[in-house]
């Protein structure tokens, strides 16, 4: 049976309409936004995007860093079509805005890649109730916002995708990075679930699960000297990206980049929670305690 999940996702693939013939029709362009854009994997996944021709919106917080981000894909990709919004995406008129901003472009949303997070390391108890609050609005509520503001026009033409960028601890509970944890698994489950829904209608829902990747994240929530950082190699960002775009343009729903990311994943499906949250307790408690630290809105996993 295997066979026929391949040719179902191939036909998918061929009966879509083309970006290009779709921008014709309509007046518009087709566009890609990719939040968290200023570096890690948002920035990766936008240059694979722009090596593929793909018309960019990089969004993030840091306009500097995110100019530098647009820079450094104009000249690795020579007529690159780049454009940036600097936004705090858990403000309350974010999607708003990011609308304005692709009404003026005279855009339609064709890709939209939800990477932007913020991670908070340490107890549960000991957390300000400002840092949970702001993981929450960045991590669940903004995401689900954007994600729920661009699906309608999507399934109305009958193209574009939604990529989620989620992480290998959605699986699992987290002690030690709880709430983390738990908005990744939320960001899994609720994608898992709008694919099933809109199933057959020509728009491609993906979550994206990678473990550790080399990026500044861990260093910022303050979890280097955690165990796990230890144990499980760390893929680069470029890596992660790739694979999550090749699951992505087959239809897969779910992707775990890394062979060894998906044994992992295996396992913590498998695992009863009794038995599964005492060892990944070991493996994020931070060996030298700090206080928490949050970070900055930017890529992450």
Same mark, same amino acid.
């Given at each position: 049976?295997?066979?026929?999940?391949?040719?179902?996702?191939?036909?998918?693939?061929?009966?879509?309409?083309?970006?290009?013939?779709?921008?014709?029709?309509? %007046?518009?362009?087709?566009?890609?936004?990719?939040?968290?854009?200023?570096?890690?994997? %948002?920035?990766?996944?936008?240059?694979?995007?722009?090596?593929?021709?793909?018309?960019?919106?990089?969004?993030?917080?840091?306009?500097?860093?995110?100019?530098?981000?647009?820079?450094?894909?104009?000249?690795?990709?020579? %007529?690159?079509?780049?454009?940036?919004?600097?936004?705090?995406?858990?403000?309350?008129?974010?999607?708003?805005?990011?609308?304005?901003?692709?009404?003026?472009?005279?855009?339609?949303?064709?890709?939209?890649?939800?990477?932007?997070?913020?991670?908070?390391?340490?107890?549960? &108890?000991?957390?300000?109730?400002?840092?949970?609050?702001?993981?929450?609005?960045?991590?669940?509520?903004?995401?689900?916002?954007?994600?729920?503001?661009?699906?309608?026009?999507?399934?109305?033409?009958?193209?574009?995708?939604?990529?989620?960028?989620?992480?290998? &601890?959605?699986?699992?509970?987290?002690?030690?990075?709880?709430?983390?944890?738990?908005?990744?698994?939320?960001?899994?489950?609720?994608?898992?679930?709008?694919?099933?829904?809109?199933?057959?209608?020509?728009?491609?829902?993906?979550?994206?699960?990678?473990?550790?990747?080399?990026?500044?994240?861990?260093?910022?929530?303050?979890?280097?000297?955690?165990?796990?950082?230890?144990?499980?190699?760390?893929?680069?960002?470029?890596?992660?990206?790739?694979?999550?775009?090749?699951?992505?343009?087959?239809?897969?729903?779910?992707?775990?980049?890394?062979?060894?990311?998906?044994?992992?994943?295996?396992?913590?499906?498998?695992?009863?929670?009794?038995?599964?949250?005492?060892?990944?307790?070991?493996?994020?408690?931070?060996?030298?305690?700090?206080?928490?630290?949050?970070?900055?809105?930017?890529?992450?996993?």
């Amino acid at each position: 049976m295997k066979w026929r999940g391949l040719v179902d996702r191939w036909l998918r693939r061929a009966w879509r309409p083309e970006t290009g013939r779709m921008a014709k029709l309509t %007046g518009h362009r087709p566009i890609s936004v990719v939040t968290g854009a200023s570096e890690g994997i %948002g920035l990766a996944i936008a240059s694979e995007l722009a090596r593929r021709g793909d018309a960019l919106l990089l969004v993030a917080r840091d306009e500097a860093r995110l100019d530098e981000a647009a820079t450094r894909i104009r000249t690795a990709f020579a %007529g690159a079509n780049i454009d940036t919004l600097a936004l705090d995406l858990s403000a309350a008129d974010a999607v708003a805005r990011l609308r304005e901003r692709i009404e003026q472009a005279d855009a339609y949303i064709h890709t939209l890649v939800n990477n932007a997070g913020i991670g908070i390391a340490g107890e549960f &108890g000991d957390q300000s109730p400002d840092d949970i609050d702001r993981l929450i609005g960045l991590n669940v509520t903004a995401a689900t916002r954007l994600m729920h503001a661009v699906l309608p026009a999507m399934l109305v033409r009958g193209t574009g995708g939604i990529i989620n960028i989620a992480s290998l &601890g959605g699986f699992a509970p987290g002690p030690y990075q709880a709430a983390y944890y738990a908005s990744k698994a939320y960001l899994i489950s609720l994608t898992r679930a709008v694919a099933w829904e809109i199933r057959g209608r020509g728009v491609r829902l993906c979550v994206v699960a990678p473990g550790p990747v080399e990026t500044r994240f861990h260093a910022r929530m303050g979890t280097d000297n955690a165990l796990y950082r230890w144990l499980l190699p760390a893929l680069t960002p470029q890596r992660v990206a790739r694979s999550a775009l090749f699951g992505y343009d087959w239809g897969r729903t779910l992707v775990v980049p890394g062979l060894l990311n998906r044994i992992v994943a295996l396992l913590m499906n498998i695992l009863p929670p009794s038995l599964l949250t005492p060892i990944i307790a070991v493996l994020l408690r931070p060996r030298n305690p700090a206080p928490p630290k949050i970070k900055p809105a930017a890529s992450e996993n």
